[in-house]
């Protein structure tokens, strides 16, 4: 099946700076990519839509300004954090949509917690 | 619109017991439904899957039926491990927009010795 690697699984950082999450499919391309937000003892919530070569499209609330995503290859999407602040400290975990009917395969994610 | 709606937790259980959680569902048109597994401090795992009504969607024990007349897809399993504590999601492949899941909040399972 999909595989698809999401690192890294732990950051830590300031307030103010800002951190990038990749998320690469390693075995098949995506053209496709979905990102999602889970705050701690909740569900998981879609971010934004990452599509290769185009602007990714962002959920109704979600600052785009703020949560930058690049696609800029069929393996590869990115989410930067800009300007992290404490309450941007959630876990951020991407994925990819079957070929064909089937289960979505998920990233491992990623445990952000700014400081 | 698209929603799940799922059993609040946590659920505690001995071991050998046996598992449900409810899920309930509003959709338009025929959703896939899924069940993602959790375990602390890692991402999320297909448990099982269904993408029509009345399939059965089997994997280690766990099964659950797509009902459409009753909007339902509740997990089950007939005796419960320690293994099995985790975070169980419900979700459905979202009908207004292609490739996106809509999760329900999420059952913690405990399942203690």
């Known amino acids: 099946g999909a595989v698809v690697s999401q690192h890294p699984s732990r950051v830590i950082c300031k307030s103010g700076t800002s951190v990038k999450i990749e998320c690469r499919s390693l075995?098949?391309?995506?053209?496709?990519m979905f990102w999602y937000r889970q705050f701690p003892k909740q569900s998981l919530m879609l971010m934004a839509t990452?599509?290769?070569?185009?602007?990714?499209?962002?959920e109704q609330g979600v600052e785009k300004d703020k949560f930058l995503i690049n696609h800029a290859s069929l393996t590869l999407s990115t989410l930067t954090v800009t300007s992290a602040h404490p309450e941007d400290s959630s876990f951020y975990i991407c994925?990819?949509?079957?070929?064909?009917?089937?289960?979505?395969?998920f990233g491992s994610g990623t445990r952000l917690t700014v400081v | 619109g698209n929603s799940v709606t799922q059993m609040e937790g946590p659920v505690t259980l001995s071991e050998e017991a046996f598992l449900t959680i409810n899920c309930t569902y509003t959709?338009?048109?025929?959703?896939?439904l899924f069940w993602y597994v959790q375990y602390p401090g890692e991402g999320l795992q297909l448990l099982l899957k269904?993408?029509?009504?009345?399939d059965k969607g089997s994997n280690k024990g766990f099964e659950a039926t797509y009902r459409k007349e009753t909007t339902s897809f509740h997990l089950e399993k007939g005796s419960v491990q320690v293994s099995d504590s985790a975070v169980y999601f419900c979700?459905?492949?979202?009908?207004?927009?292609?490739?996106?899941?809509?999760f329900g909040a999420g059952t913690q399972v405990v399942v203690t010795p």
């Open positions: 994925s990819v949509p079957p070929a064909s009917l089937g289960g979505y395969t």
């Open positions: 959709a338009t048109g025929y959703p896939s």
């Open positions: 075995d098949f391309q995506a053209t496709t």
């Open positions: 979700a459905l492949s979202r009908t207004d927009s292609w490739g996106k899941l809509q």
């Open positions: 269904a993408t029509k009504a009345d």
């Open positions: 990452s599509n290769e070569g185009s602007k990714a499209t962002y």
